[in-house]
């Protein structure tokens, strides 16, 4: 088969982030990112990995997506990997919210393009960037399946007992409020990856999932089905997370809307921008954060203490809901590199078969990796995630599929 080319997409208000990659071998082609559009200081880099070149970047005004789309053709073009090649395949868009109704990768369509759009209400921040990015996509290469996947598509597993609030059901249904999730594509390539570093296939095993990078979730995997996860109807729920406050009580809002004075607005900037560790220390990146710890600040300490206490309360609580755990894998920014974070995280849990390995734990890389004891019960280990690859694999599989 000649086309064997998946260029990924992932459009957000500002920005396009992109990666070309060879189905053949999953091998990156080009990887790069659009920044800024719409500003007169918008920035592109570009990286050729096919040719092994320099890295390219230029500024200057980008206007929008269109023009933005139109000059990474252009810097793939050079590296003579044209959007107008027949080896490309297809293209694969990230969309952040697929409701209920998209339970799978789907070639885009009119009748699907509305649907997403029929989603804007319950995801006002991203489904309005990822269609203009399909859109843009579609008008370039109109004969080219053009594939959604979708953010949430790996969590409608969930039983109604997990996807349900416990509010008037006839309030919620009018106003499609659920428990949708997010982060699912990393979910499920991460839960798969941590089977296959078992050695054992996913159907087999149960894994929590712990993605933690500025956004956070949690995920409970039975057998491969999602069954459990720790955002919401948004990606507000939850975890601490770099700037969102994830759980609170409902009435905090209620609370500071009536004596606070705060607008709608503002309390949703408030929880969604300026809370989490930023809110609790003023620094999202823990780095920085166990930086200011090894000084004694204990503005950090706390906001780290917080972080953690939440997290293990996400593990136990999946625990329960799995019954039997095989695995927690840690992943995204910080799982993937705060070896401190994941010590802490499973400190104390060694009745539930949990620990990690010092010298394991502080082991660097970039391969999927166990950090427990040799004769823990449960496997803890770290899996980078790979969303592009993700979105990359399932969009071709759905071509060769329908072609
Ligand atoms: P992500 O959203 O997955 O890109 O994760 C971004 C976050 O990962 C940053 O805000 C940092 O808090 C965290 N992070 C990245 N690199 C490191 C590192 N070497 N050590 C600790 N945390 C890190």
Redesign the pocket.
């Known amino acids: 088969m000649s086309s064997s080319r998946v260029l990924v997409l992932n459009s957000g208000s500002s920005s396009v982030k992109y990666q070309l990659l060879d189905m053949r071998d999953s091998g990156r082609l080009a990887v790069g990112l659009v920044e800024r559009i719409g500003e007169r200081s918008s920035r592109l880099k570009h990286t050729p990995l096919a040719t092994g070149g320099p890295t390219r970047e230029s500024n200057g005004p980008i206007a929008d997506h269109d023009a933005a789309l139109k000059a990474v053709a252009a810097e793939l073009a050079q590296d003579g990997l044209g959007l107008d090649s027949p080896e490309l395949a297809a293209i694969g868009h990230r969309v952040v919210h697929g409701g209920k109704h998209f339970t799978e990768p789907t070639v885009v369509d009119d009748t699907v393009l509305a649907e997403i759009e029929r989603l804007i209400p319950v995801a006002p921040l991203h489904n309005p960037a990822n269609l203009t990015g399909i859109r843009t996509a579609r008008a370039l290469r109109p004969d080219l399946p053009q594939v959604a996947v979708f953010d949430t598509a790996f969590h409608t597993t969930m039983p109604e007992s997990a996807a349900r609030y416990a509010i008037d059901v006839e309030t919620a249904d009018a106003h499609r409020i659920r428990r949708y999730g997010f982060h699912g594509t990393s979910h499920a390539y991460v839960s798969r990856a941590t089977a296959k570093l078992l050695g054992r296939a996913p159907e087999e095993v149960n894994v929590i999932v712990l993605h933690l ?3 956070a979730s949690a995920s409970a995997v039975r057998g491969g089905v999602c069954v459990d996860t720790s955002m919401g109807l948004t990606p507000l729920e939850g975890l601490v997370m ?1 700037t969102r406050s994830g759980d609170t009580d409902p009435a905090v809002i209620f609370h500071l809307a009536r004596v606070g004075g705060m607008s709608i607005d503002e309390i949703d900037t408030l929880l969604n921008k300026k809370s989490g560790l930023v809110g609790l220390c003023g620094d ?4 920085e954060i ?1 930086r200011r710890i090894d000084e004694g600040d204990a503005r950090a300490k706390l906001a780290f203490d917080i972080y953690i206490h939440r997290l293990k309360k996400y593990i136990g609580a999946y625990y329960a809901v799995l019954g039997r755990v095989d695995a927690v894998a840690f992943t ?3 799982g993937e ?2 070896a401190e974070v994941r010590a802490a995280a499973v400190a104390g849990l060694e009745t539930l078969g949990l620990a990690v390995d010092g010298g394991l734990n502080a082991v660097r890389g970039d391969e999927p990796r166990l950090i427990s004891p040799a004769d823990a019960r449960v496997a803890v280990a770290v899996v980078p995630t790979d969303e592009e690859l993700e979105i990359a694999t399932q969009t071709y599989a759905l071509v060769r599929k329908t072609n």
Not at 284 to 287: A, L
């Open positions: 990078g500025n956004g770099g999202n990146d823990m780095r166990r995204a920014g910080v590199n705060a």
